[in-house]
């Protein structure tokens, strides 16, 4: 599986759903637009109620839809701007935020109206989130980071238990964990393969890190980074040869680079740069 690694560009579920962002960004812009109608007709509606209370009370309403609407547009904009051009207008978290808790539940509801398939509104949701945490600039100390596996990478067969602890990987090459326990090693940062979402989390609340790498399929990353925010977080989509939950793998170049682009460069010594 790992002599793969460099050929490899998208599992088999997945590449056919790797026409990048456009599809996402299309759909932020009528998600944009269908909470701006709504608004409006959550305003108009109730004026007629409200004016016979106080005249200025239909005015109060619509102002604070209007600069709510605002919020929403000018957060869209941002969004999509920090996505194409990889530059954020105003530098603040409070975009991702918006993005992560407030656009994507709405859009994975517009787009299932629109019958957008949900794999490709999450595979851009992460690119564009990993591209947001990259524009946030933070590094962080190795010893800060956390490596997130989910337990389908180990090979099947294999009867050594690395849940609990990774380092009793014999590192036979019949799949990934040996390469990534060493490349852990190599970077002083601690790999962890969990079981499921809630063994995840409770790791993250003991290790309380202050950014995580996570590899796993776009249903769980999607879901992982909305609990985990506002934890910065780098996704990577596994490699599913089998399929989904079986012998899944991990292009170990993305997760050097990722590595590169958190660890503070002081404590990057020698370290071979991206590739
Ligand atoms: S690399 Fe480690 S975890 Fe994977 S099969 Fe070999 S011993 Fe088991």
């Known amino acids: 599986m790992a002599e793969n690694d460099e050929k490899w560009s998208g599992s088999p579920e997945s590449v056919q759903y790797k026409p990048g962002m456009a599809a996402f960004l299309w759909l932020l812009g009528i998600t944009a637009l269908f909470i701006v109608m709504a608004g409006f007709f959550f305003w108009y509606v109730p004026t007629i109620g409200l004016a016979a209370i106080h005249p200025a009370l239909p005015y109060v309403l619509g102002f604070a839809l209007i600069g709510a609407a605002l919020f929403v547009v000018l957060g869209a904009v941002f969004i999509t701007v920090a996505a194409l051009n990889g530059r954020f207008i105003v530098k603040s978290s409070a975009f991702h935020g918006l993005l992560v808790k407030f656009f994507l539940p709405v859009m994975m509801m517009v787009g299932g109206l629109l019958k957008v398939p949900r794999i490709k509104i999450e595979q851009a949701f992460i690119e564009i989130n990993n591209q947001m945490v990259r524009l946030m600039g933070k590094r962080f100390r190795p010893d800060r980071l956390l490596i997130l596996m989910p337990h389908c990478i180990q090979f099947d067969n294999c009867k050594i238990k690395v849940t609990r602890n990774v380092k009793n990987c014999a590192g036979c090459g019949r799949c990934e964990i040996g390469e990534l326990l060493a490349l852990s090693e190599e970077f002083g940062i601690t790999l962890f393969i969990s079981t499921g979402g809630t063994v995840a989390r409770r790791?993250?609340?003991?290790?309380?890190?202050?950014?995580?790498?996570?590899?796993?399929?776009?249903?769980?990353?999607?879901?992982?980074?909305?609990?985990?925010?506002?934890?910065?977080?780098?996704?990577?989509?596994?490699?599913?040869p089998h399929g989904y939950c079986m012998e899944t793998g991990v292009a170990l170049a993305e997760v050097r680079n990722a590595i590169l682009e958190l660890v503070d460069p002081e404590h990057l010594g020698g370290a071979p740069a991206r590739s």
């Open 203 to 240: 790791k993250l609340y003991e290790e309380r890190p202050h950014a995580v790498i996570a590899v796993a399929c776009e249903r769980d990353l999607t879901s992982g980074l909305q609990d985990a925010y506002p934890l910065p977080v780098f996704a990577i989509v596994n490699k599913r």
